[in-house]
């Protein structure tokens, strides 16, 4: 994969990679390393395309999850789009930065009542309902507040998604409610006071690759969505979740959202309910919006050959970026201090002591890496900061930075590893 294949923002020019213009050493020398580095524009084309080619009805909630920095999340928010949170502390950083209520949606197992209750009091747009358990619980909190709360279905689907990497569907699931079943507990839901139901919500799977696989998941969230509005309640609202894949190599596919803009519509209108009620339909994506804006930059501390391998060991790892490790495949990786010739392989090991953490096996970096040099990890935005380990072995965090409007800021300053030791309480009988 070449970088401006991830972005065409990021650029080498002999061995000075840059990105928007910005010199990724000078802002890496001042900055120091392990270092997440998100290109803005990048986030900003993304959601702009996204925008442009999904269909008007659809609205685009994005999946915080994915990276929760507040500076990314604002950026997307200013753009237009409304957030998907999944916990308290999501609802507190949407809180933070003023994001209007009534373009968040909370979805996520064990809620506790702490974060019912934080959404309640905010007024969000809807609770997405993971169990009748849930369901009774969030009666009883909203009843004690005096208000009505609006609630989405979230149901466990029967279908699997194609050509996604991560299944979410079919079979037994910790998440949502069986949909073949669910219309035996509607009616005792419905007849809870101060509940809504308003619509359904499905997140069928992550990293979908075909665009067959995306229609044919809305389409069957609309089916459910059809069913339940007929026998049931008013559909006002259908989430059919996040899961545009990204591709992390050459072998991987990009759904071409422009090349199914017009399919998307043509299902809407498949669905009269959805026009007589005016039914809001919301998409999710997190990893879409922001995986490809963010480079994880380590610096190369060792190297060494062994019994026929060569390694580079560098100074961060799975502590910040799991995913590697996780799902056994690397990102594209490339030694952003060098040229780009004369390539052999090396395994890249991170700094835990797990045979795990590696970075990636065989990459193809130059042959003349050397400590020194800064490797960086591309289309590491979405799922790195926030997916990872990062107490494990007791290093300093990753510092964040985002480049934006021609200049980059540090939008969170390094944790060091000294003030959660000091955050430690020794009981008094052991001092
Ligand atoms: C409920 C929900 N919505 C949206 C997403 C975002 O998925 P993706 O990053 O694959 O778009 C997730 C990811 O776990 C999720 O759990």
């Not at 040229?339 to 990459?363: A, R």
């Not at 480049?403 to 939008?411: A, C, D, E, P």
């Amino acid at each position: 994969m070449k970088v401006q294949d991830i972005s065409d923002r990021f650029e080498f020019n002999g061995g000075e990679f840059s990105i928007a213009g910005t010199q990724a050493d000078s802002l890496i020398k001042e900055t120091g390393t392990p270092l997440f580095i998100y290109d803005g524009e990048t986030i900003k084309e993304r959601y702009n395309y996204l925008r442009k080619n999904l269909p008007k009805q659809i609205d685009i909630f994005y999946a915080m999850k994915a990276n929760p920095n507040i500076a990314v999340v604002k950026q997307l928010v200013n753009l237009g789009a409304g957030v998907e949170v999944a916990s308290e502390g999501e609802l507190y950083a949407c809180k933070k930065i003023g994001v209007n209520p009534k373009d968040i949606v909370f979805a996520g197992p064990s809620k506790t009542d702490e974060d019912i209750t934080m959404a309640i009091e905010m007024g969000i747009y809807a609770l997405n309902a993971e169990s009748v358990g849930e369901i009774k619980r969030i009666n009883e909190i909203a009843c004690a507040k005096n208000r009505v709360m609006d609630v989405e279905l979230r149901l466990n689907p029967e279908f699997e998604v194609e050509g996604a990497i991560v299944n979410l569907g079919g079979g037994s699931k910790k998440f949502g409610m069986d949909s073949e079943v669910v219309s035996n507990v509607i009616d005792e839901i419905s007849s809870l006071e101060n509940i809504r139901l308003q619509g359904i919500h499905v997140y069928a799977g992550s990293g979908i690759q075909n665009g067959d696989g995306f229609l044919s998941n809305m389409e069957n969230c609309f089916r459910l969505g059809e069913e339940i509005n007929r026998n049931h309640f008013k559909i006002l609202s259908i989430d059919f979740g996040g899961g545009i894949g990204i591709p992390y190599s050459d072998e991987d596919e990009q759904i071409s959202i422009e090349g199914i803009s017009s399919r998307i519509s043509d299902m809407i209108d498949r669905y009269p309910y959805i026009k007589e009620n005016n039914t809001r339909i919301i998409a999710e994506p997190g990893r879409y919006l922001v995986g490809q804006c963010g480079i994880y930059v380590t610096k190369v501390i060792d190297k060494k050959h062994s019994r026929g391998r060569d390694y580079l060991l560098v100074d961060g790892g799975a502590q910040h970026l799991l995913r590697p490790a996780l799902i056994g495949t690397p990102h594209p990786t490339f030694n952003i201090s060098r040229e780009q010739k004369n390539f052999i392989p090396f395994d890249v090991g991170g700094s835990l002591c797990t045979s795990i953490d590696f970075l990636g096996k065989d990459i193809q970096l130059p042959e003349g890496s050397e400590p020194g040099d800064y490797l960086g990890v591309f289309c590491s935005g979405a799922y790195g900061y926030t997916e990872s380990m990062p107490l494990f072995l007791s290093h300093d965090f990753a510092a964040e930075v985002l480049v934006h409007n021609g200049k980059y800021s540090i939008i969170r300053p390094r944790i060091k590893i000294c003030d959660i030791v000091d955050a430690q309480i020794i009981p008094g009988e052991l001092s």
